[in-house]
C-alpha cells in the first residue's frame, strides 16, 4: 500500500495510485512540474499543497492511499527498548560505581559527575540513570548518558551557587544511590547565562541584554577538521551571536559530502545501528558547541531535518525518542544551546503534530535549565502559542515580504519574532539564495524597526577549480557583503535606551521603531526621498540622518521642536534617527565611518 513514505513518482506509475492522486492533488497529479517532484516523498509534497494544509484533507488523502498500491506494507518501525530491570545481578553491590567529581565549578558553567559502572551488554538501552540535585532548598532531576566504555555521565548546568548535594538512581546496581555534593561558585568573567525569551526581546540568565544576530552553517561540525577550523576563525571576526546548526547531517544542494561519523554508529554503505549511538561524534560536537560559547555564540541545535538519505529523517517513534533524549541530556549542561525542533518541520515527512508534541515534551521533561525552544516551517507556521514554544523561529513567506510581517507576527503570538531564513545573500541558481547583499541589509532593517531580528545566511558559488564550499551549508569563509552592515544596525540597537527597539506607530510609507517619546527611528528602505520633514513629539531632540549602506551617522545641526525638515541624499537605505534631549547622545558629534577598511 502506499502512505507518507511512498515516493511520489511510484505513485504516479501505479494506476489507482494516479487515480487517488488526481482526486486529491489535481493540480499537482496533471501538472508539468510533476516530473520535477517524482523523486521526493508524498509526505514532503503535501507541505506543498496549500488544499492540504487542513490536517482533515491529509487525512482522507492517507486512508485512500492505504487501499491501493502494488506492493506490501512497509516494515513496522523499532519497538521502545525498556532498561534491563536484571542487568545487574542482585551481587551486585548498591552504589559501588567509581566516582569523580569536579572541583568548585563557576555559575553558568557545566556540572559533569563521572561514573564508572559496567559495560556489558548495551548500556546505551540497557541501563537507566539519573542524579537527584538538592541546591538552593530546590530539587532538579538530571538525567544522566553512556559515555562508552564503562563511562557515565551526568551533566547540570550550574545555575545556582552554593552546595549541590546530589544522589543517583539507576536500573543498575553499581550506580544507583552514589551520593555526592559539589560546590558552586561565582560565574566567570563574561559568562552570562542561558538566553531566555525577555518580553518580545531575549536577555541572559543574569540580565545581560542579548540579540541573536543569527547565522546559518548548516553542516559545518559535518564537515573535515581543517574546515571546521576555517569556519570558527571566520566567526571570531564575524558580528554573528547566533548560528544554526544541525545535529544530523544534511543532504541536499552543495551538501553532497559524506561526514566522517555520524550520532549512531555505522555508515551508509554498511548501516547504521540505531540503538547505540557515537560518543565521539557527540565529543567532537560539544568541543565545538564550547568552541562557539568562548565567542559569545549561541548554538541553535536543529534536532530533526528532512534533508536525508541516511535514513535519520524516519526512525519511528522509539528511535526519535530515544535520540531526542540522549542528546537533550548531554548537551542542557551548556549555557549557549538552543533547540530547534526542526528545520522545515512540515518537510519532514514521516511525523506529525502528535510526533513533535512528544518530542517537545521529551526536551522539556530532559532539560531542566529551561533552554529556548523553537520549530521552523517552510510553508505553514506551526501554532506558536504552545507553551513549549519560547519564540517564533520564521522562514521567509513571501519572495519579497517577510521581514515586513515582524509586528503583525509579534501581536499574533505575543512571543519574540526571529527570521532566521529570509533567503541568503549570494549567487546560486535558486531564488532562496540569490539576493543582494543590499537586500539582505533592507531585510534586517525592516524587521529590526518593526520589533524582530532577522537572520544571515550566504551561499556564492566557488570559483573555477575552487572546492563546493557555501557558508549556509559548510560554513568556511564569508564572502559577502552585508556580515558589516549587519554589525553596524546591532551598534544602533545597543545605542537604544534598554538596547532594543519596539515597533512604534509609522508612517504609511516609513516603519518607524524604537523607544516610544525617546528614542525614535524611521527606515526608508529601497525609497529614495531628497528630504523629510519630521513631525517631532513634544520636547526637544537630535535628529541624526544614517546611512545604512555607508555606514554614517550624520547630525542634523541644532536642537528640534516640533518639526525638523531633514534633508537626505536622494538615494536608498536611509534612516533617520531622533533622540529626546537631554539624555546623553551615543551618536557622533560629527559623520562617522564604522567599518572594517577591507569592506570599502
Known amino acids: 500500500m502506499f502512505d507518507r513514505s511512498s515516493v511520489f513518482g511510484d505513485v504516479l506509475d501505479s494506476p489507482a495510485g494516479r487515480r487517488v492522486l488526481e482526486r486529491h492533488l489535481p493540480g499537482v497529479a496533471a501538472s508539468p512540474m510533476a516530473a520535477q517532484f517524482r523523486g521526493i516523498r508524498l509526505g514532503q509534497l503535501v507541505a506543498l499543497v496549500p488544499e492540504l494544509e487542513d490536517p482533515a484533507a491529509r487525512d482522507r488523502l492517507w486512508t485512500a492511499l492505504a487501499e491501493v498500491g502494488d506492493g506490501g506494507s512497509r516494515p513496522p518501525y523499532a519497538p521502545q527498548i525498556a532498561p534491563d530491570p536484571g542487568y545487574e545481578g542482585s551481587a551486585v553491590p548498591r552504589g559501588r560505581a567509581g566516582l569523580a567529581l569536579p572541583g568548585p565549578v563557576p555559575r553558568w558553567d557545566a556540572i559533569e559527575i563521572r561514573l564508572d559502572g559496567p559495560s556489558h551488554g548495551n548500556p546505551f538501552v540497557d541501563v537507566e540513570l539519573d542524579a537527584v540535585f538538592t541546591r538552593g532548598g530546590q ?13 557515565y555521565l551526568i551533566r547540570a548546568l550550574a545555575d545556582v551557587e552554593g552546595e549541590w548535594a546530589f544522589v543517583t538512581r539507576s536500573t543498575a546496581r553499581s550506580l544507583d544511590g552514589v551520593t555526592g555534593v559539589i560546590r558552586v561558585i561565582a560565574p566567570r568573567e563574561g559568562s552570562h547565562g542561558p538566553v531566555r525569551a525577555d518580553g518580545f526581546h531575549f536577555r541572559h540568565a543574569d540580565g545581560t541584554r542579548h540579540r541573536p544576530l543569527g547565522t546559518t552553517a548548516y553542516a559545518w561540525t559535518h564537515q573535515p577538521e581543517a574546515l571546521q577550523e576555517q569556519t570558527l576563525r571566520t566567526l571570531a571576526e564575524a558580528p554573528f551571536t547566533k548560528l544554526r546548526m544541525c545535529v ?29 549511538f557515537d560518543p565521539a561524534h557527540f565529543r567532537r560536537l560539544e568541543r565545538r558547541i564550547a568552541q562557539l560559547a568562548e565567542l559569545g555564540i549561541e548554538a541553535d541545535l536543529i534536532l530533526f531535518h528532512a534533508y536525508d538519505r541516511w535514513g535519520f529523517a524516519d526512525l519511528g517513534p ?5 535520540y531526542v533524549r540522549y542528546v537533550v541530556r548531554r548537551l542542557a549542561a551548556f549555557s549557549n544551546v538552543w533547540w530547534s525542533l526542526a528545520n522545515e518541520y512540515d518537510l519532514v515527512w514521516s511525523k506529525d503534530e502528535a510526533d513533535w508534541e512528544r518530542l517537545a515534551a521529551i526536551v522539556g521533561e530532559e532539560d531542566p535549565f529551561g533552554h529556548l525552544a523553537s520549530i521552523h516551517n517552510c510553508r505553514p507556521f506551526y501554532d506558536h502559542s504552545r507553551p513549549w514554544i519560547t519564540h517564533v523561529s520564521a522562514q521567509r513567506v513571501d519572495v519579497y515580504r517577510t521581514a515586513e510581517e515582524t509586528d503583525r507576527w509579534r501581536e499574533r503570538w505575543g512571543k519574540p519574532v526571529v527570521i532566521d531564513e529570509c533567503a541568503y545573500e549570494g549567487d546560486i541558481d535558486q531564488g532562496w539564495g540569490s539576493i543582494t547583499g543590499e ?22 558559488l566557488p570559483g ?4 563546493e564550499v557555501l557558508w549556509w551549508s559548510k560554513g568556511g569563509v564569508l564572502h559577502g557583503s552585508s556580515p558589516d552592515r549587519i554589525a553596524f544596525l546591532d551598534r544602533l540597537l545597543a545605542e537604544a535606551p534598554d538596547g ?15 523607544v516610544a517619546g525617546s528614542h525614535l527611528v524611521g527606515y526608508f528602505g529601497f525609497n529614495r526621498p531628497r528630504f523629510r520633514n519630521l513631525v517631532l513629539p513634544e520636547g526637544e531632540w537630535r535628529v541624526e540622518v544614517i ?5 554614517t551617522v550624520e547630525p542634523v545641526p541644532g536642537i528640534h521642536r516640533a518639526s525638523v525638515r531633514a534633508d537626505l541624499p536622494g538615494r536608498p537605505y536611509m534612516a533617520v534617527r531622533c533622540i529626546l534631549s537631554p539624555t546623553p547622545s551615543p551618536s557622533f558629534a560629527e559623520p562617522t565611518l564604522i567599518a572594517r577598511a577591507h569592506t570599502l
Do not use: C, I
Not at 553532497?256 to 548501516?271: I, Q, R, T, Y
Not at 522509539?318 to 530515544?322: E, G, P, T
Not at 532594543?500 to 524604537?514: C, H, K, N
Open 318 to 322: 522509539a528511535v526519535d525518542d530515544r
Open 547 to 551: 546611512d545604512t549602506w555607508n555606514m
Open 139 to 151: 530539587q532538579v532531576r538530571v538525567g544522566g548518558f553512556y559515555d562508552g566504555d564503562g563511562v
Open 500 to 514: 532594543v527597539w519596539e515597533p512604534l506607530p509609522s508612517d504609511w510609507d516609513v516603519p518607524w521603531g524604537g
Open 248 to 276: 544530523f547531517p544534511k543532504s541536499y544542494l552543495y551538501n553532497a559530502s559524506e561526514p566522517d561519523d555520524f550520532p549512531f554508529p555505522g555508515s551508509l554503505a554498511e548501516g547504521f545501528d540505531p540503538t547505540r
Open 464 to 467: 573555477p577549480g575552487e572546492d
Open 439 to 460: 537586500e539582505m541589509v533592507r531585510r534586517f532593517w525592516e524587521g529590526a524597526v518593526r520589533g524582530g531580528y532577522v537572520g544571515h545566511g550566504e551561499t556564492y
